[in-house]
């Protein structure tokens, strides 16, 4: 008799190489029914935003292509994941459905109903890991407790560190039986049609496993040279732009670190401070999805209770200055129009603009974070709440709220030749770089020069530097009072 087909229900794990649930499915020897169910359910309100929905499309198409060129395709499914996959191992007389863990507290939640569901049907749930290096049950202080400080758990995670070993890439696949119907990628209409704004985005990107891997060849080519510095100036290609590719699972963790010190390893010689550098925004990856798995209140509210009384000011002119790169802060706008046009920002420029809204303007980080959560071709729960309240002051092991960068200052630190300026806002191309962090300070006969006109051709900052540092460190002490 023929063995029972097994489901492979895909999720943040849109690949082939380096994939432990299909790789052991494939290797039971049964027909493997490749899923991805468009649940718009389940996340509640942490449905994917518009600029990830673009990427998922593409993502998807390109998955399918890579298990057609095996003989297979991608069934693509609509509703709650439950229901839909109780449905699919029905139709096909599936035993056995088989996935890559999720983090996300509705993630967690929405598994643990699975196994309720389809067990009680007698089909049978496996659960694999795949997106993180370690289990965040796995790294433990101690005393057993989950860590809240990162240091310590970096410490952890390098000496729980070894060489992995990576799923081999899987051959050739059974075909899915013709009468399994699948939904046409289309009809779930992710991409924006009427006005089509994601030209920028799809310039910028090359979504799927190869363009994943296209990136880590760049890095373990080249780009790794010089990290350490170059990671924190946004106007060269200094980072490695893997972060939505991480976040869709096109590539997984583990291929990225082996990668990195297998590079090493070829020139014989042990990590050099680059290398280091970059394992250890790994770790910072696996640090927020430990806290976002241990503290699922993550995403709403401050770790640090205290932050609850914090008297935030939530004037929506501010906000919507600061959205569309209108604040008047070259670094600050240059950021925000290169979020918008490319669905990405460098992470120096994400700090700063998060400290602008949280701080000089006052605004309750949710709101910031909200907005990257619709603008991100990365877009990651754990990635963007974790950062968002480290920069706000309220996460764990956060930066202190009193430290509030100068984005005029940063903006000479880290774009000291005015690139990423003049590349994103091109109103101050023609601006001395003595004065393109701060033009409204330049003389008349300069500013005519380059042809600026402050509050016409570009805006007048919308807060005085001192005034929104002077009232931010005055909300700050009311967190000093004793609470009611
Ligand atoms: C306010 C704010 C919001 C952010 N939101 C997100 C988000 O939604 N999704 C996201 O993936 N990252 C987020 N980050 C972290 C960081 O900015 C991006 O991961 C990084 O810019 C991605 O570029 P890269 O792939 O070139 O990074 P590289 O420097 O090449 O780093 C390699 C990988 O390490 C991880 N990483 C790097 N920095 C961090 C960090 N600080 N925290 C956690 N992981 C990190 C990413 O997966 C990244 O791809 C946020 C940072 C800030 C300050």
Request: hydrophobic share 45%; charged share 25%.
């Amino acid at each position: 008799m023929a063995a029972a087909p097994i489901i492979v229900w895909f999720r943040q794990d849109l690949r082939l190489h380096d994939h432990a649930a299909l790789a052991a499915a494939v290797a039971a020897g049964a027909p493997v029914v490749p899923v991805y169910v468009f649940d718009e359910e389940s996340p509640g309100k942490w449905m994917p935003g518009a600029a990830s929905r673009w990427w998922l499309h593409e993502s998807l198409k390109s998955l399918d292509t890579s298990l057609r060129k095996r003989g297979s395709h991608l069934v693509l499914a609509r509703g709650p994941a439950p229901a839909v996959l109780a449905d699919l191992a029905r139709e096909t007389g599936a035993r056995a459905i088989y996935w890559s863990r999720g983090y996300e507290p509705w993630a967690v939640r929405l598994e643990r109903a699975l196994y309720r569901t389809l067990e009680g049907v007698g089909v049978r749930c496996r659960r694999f890991s795949g997106s993180l290096l370690f289990e965040p049950e796995d790294i433990k202080s101690g005393v057993g407790e989950p860590y809240k400080v990162f240091t310590p758990f970096y410490k952890a995670c390098l000496n729980a560190a070894q060489s992995v070993q990576l799923h081999k890439a899987i051959g050739s696949m059974p075909r899915v039986p013709d009468r399994i119907e699948s939904d046409a990628l289309e009809s779930w209409e992710l991409q924006p049609k009427n006005p089509d704004w994601a030209g920028g985005i799809s310039a910028a990107w090359t979504p799927g496993e190869a363009g994943a891997n296209a990136r880590l060849d760049a890095l373990a080519g080249g780009l790794l040279k010089g990290y350490r510095t170059n990671r924190d100036l946004p106007g060269i290609d200094g980072t490695s732009r893997l972060s939505p590719h991480l976040h869709f699972g096109e590539i997984s963790p583990r291929q990225v670190w082996n990668a990195v010190v297998n590079a090493a390893d070829a020139k014989g010689g042990s990590l050099d401070a680059d290398s280091e550098s970059f394992l250890r925004e790994l770790i910072w990856r696996e640090f927020s999805h430990h806290l976002l798995f241990h503290w699922m209140h993550f995403p709403e509210k401050p770790f640090r209770h205290e932050f609850t009384r914090f008297p935030w000011d939530n004037d929506p002119r501010l906000l919507a200055a600061w959205q569309q790169g209108r604040t008047g802060y070259p670094i600050i706008d240059a950021g925000m129009r290169e979020l918008w046009t490319t669905g990405w920002m460098h992470n120096r420029v994400r700090m700063i603009v998060a400290s602008f809204l949280v701080k000089h303007l006052l605004i309750p980080w949710q709101d910031g974070a909200r907005w990257f959560w619709d603008t991100l071709v990365d877009a990651d729960l754990a990635n963007n709440s974790a950062s968002w309240q480290w920069v706000a002051g309220c996460g764990a092991d956060a930066a202190p709220y009193f430290r509030i960068f100068n984005p005029v200052l940063q903006g000479k630190k880290f774009d000291p030749d005015g690139l990423y300026v003049k590349a994103w806002v091109p109103e101050l191309a023609k601006m001395p770089l003595a004065r393109i962090h701060d033009p409204w300070k330049a003389k008349a006969q300069i500013l005519e020069k380059a042809r600026v006109k402050i509050g016409e051709t570009y805006p007048a900052p919308i807060v005085a530097l001192d005034a929104g540092r002077k009232r931010a460190l005055e909300a700050y002490e009311v967190l000093k009072e004793p609470a009611d």
